[in-house]
């Protein structure tokens, strides 16, 4: 989950790594450091907190380490060890200095051999003692090359790390196994390494993702791969990247979250021309890709993933039960690996993961295929982990989502699986074409509907504003509201549990998700007055059922938010504040209004979270690619 920066070129070394590690923040920001080569010596400035800290140590530095030319960097998110500036990397031993991204799950058997040899960690991390092996290596002889692909076979778990010897001033060592590691040829000469393309695009956008066991090694004059086992060079293509530097900046928006709330529209179009032939001949038909014929042959799906993506497969679970009657489970891919779960003949499991790095989610994949059972992914990260993990995956079109709270890239999720719905439901012949043409003409409408909800003068906007600033006032933001309930019956319970994470995650506030059919049996015991009840109603076959619920969260006294439809006076009467849906949501199928929910929880959770006055894009103790399980 921390973030990689490496260059050596002729730029100023500081700036580009404070730059990228700017863009890799997302992965963990706990606390961060650089380190530099300058004038043949090793110059690491480091601090817990942000990246200002050390942006302020460089520029208050005497030293003028803005000409050094040479240099690597690091963001973390702790996992051994407290977000200290002792923990923060780079670590040096000796001449050696290095940052990790990954775990080392050998770190006790290391640590003691290294302590029975005289050798004292100065930190708590598993990462430093790596820096101990390829010293080791080194003084007895090897280059540093050599010392990191030996030390590299002593350590297992996934990771990547990056190296500089003072020994070896100019030369930058880098290894991928598991956590991901991207190089670049800088155009003005020179080489870049990163943990995600991002940081890389300001440069060029060809880029060469690295394949587990390679190893980069870079000088200003060119970068060579190598077979970590062998020391043979190997050759990797660059891959030509579609994402463009505009599209990592916010372009006028307070926050990435509140941009990419925007985006959705455009993510699902984008989604829709990347998975869908437009000029099949019948609805729904899937471009030809490897995965078509793997989905078109299940007889049963296991649907896996963590957090938000978890939501998108319980929707999912929905659509393609009720639509092409395919028998569906849906899992956490932490809980489904260690179970012992049966799996039926037939069966196609599908991981879903946005960043496609999910540890959890691609250990089950890999578990999986070692068993021979067909396994596919969905992201939207194209060459990501999971690409290797699955036989074949399906990429969302989201574009770069920088905020670390999932927005866009969830509606893109939802929306192929509910392609996935309607391509087995013809396949099937479960739905008649007549039926499926209907929806599919919904599905094509849904950007739009998402765009009316989303204009800034909408009257769903405006109410939502008003909501949150009645419950959120200025001066005493968290007065008068203990706790929030999400309640929904059906496609709206997953959206339930969505809107409780995002409220958590972002805002910080206590908020739980339920069936709304759920609440009698135990949590309604929570509510009174200081309670927030958001009641997600719209008109669908759940309405009446979920209404009835409602009035049992009124009798209890709690504060009642409703969201529904436009016309819906006699919930809107019911309720404290009232949230409705865009008109133009009235005219498309019901089962496509979790599409137009999703915007609503995330704006309450945003609005609330920005007059909390939290880190919106970068909430406390969360990274946006979890690569530990
Ligand atoms: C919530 C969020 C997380 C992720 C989860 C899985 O906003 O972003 O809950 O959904 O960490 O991540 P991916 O989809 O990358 O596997």
New binding site residues.
Partial sequence: MCGIMGYVGSRSAPRVLLDGLKRLEYRGYDSSGIALVLDRKLEIRKSEGRLENVEKLVQDDPKKLQKSTCGIGHTRWATHGKPTTQNAHPHQTGHVVLVHNGIIENYSEIKNDLMTRGHLPKSETDSELFGFLVLEAMEEGRDLVHAVRESFVKIRGQCSIVVMSEKEPGLVVGVRNGSPLVVALDPEGGTLFASDSQPLLPFTQDVIFLEHGDVAVATAQGLKILDLDTGNPVQREATHLEWSLEQIDKSGFPHYMLKEIHEQPGALIDTLNGLVDRNGPEPFTLAAQPGVDILKDAKELVLL?????WHAALLGKYWLESWAKIPVSVDLASEFRYRNPVIRPGTVVIG????G??AD?LAVLRELRVKKIPCLGISNVRRSSISRDADAVFYTSAGPEIG???TKTFVSQLLTLLLFAGYLARERKTRSTSELNRLFEDVVKLPHVIAEGLEPDSEMVRRIDATVNALTPKSTPMSGVRGFFFMGRGHSFPIALEGA??LK?IAYDHAEGYAAGELKHGPIAMLDSEMVVVVLAPKDSWREKTGSNLEEVKARGAKVIGVGDADDHQLSRLCDYWIPLPRESQKIDPDLLPFVLSPVVQLLSYRRAVLKGTDVDKPRNLA???TVE
């Avoid at 993933?305 to 993506?309: D, P």
């Fill in positions: 993933a963590c957090g938000t993506s879903i993961s946005q960043s790095e999910t989610t670390v709270a999932a994470l995002k995650e946006k690619s979890v």
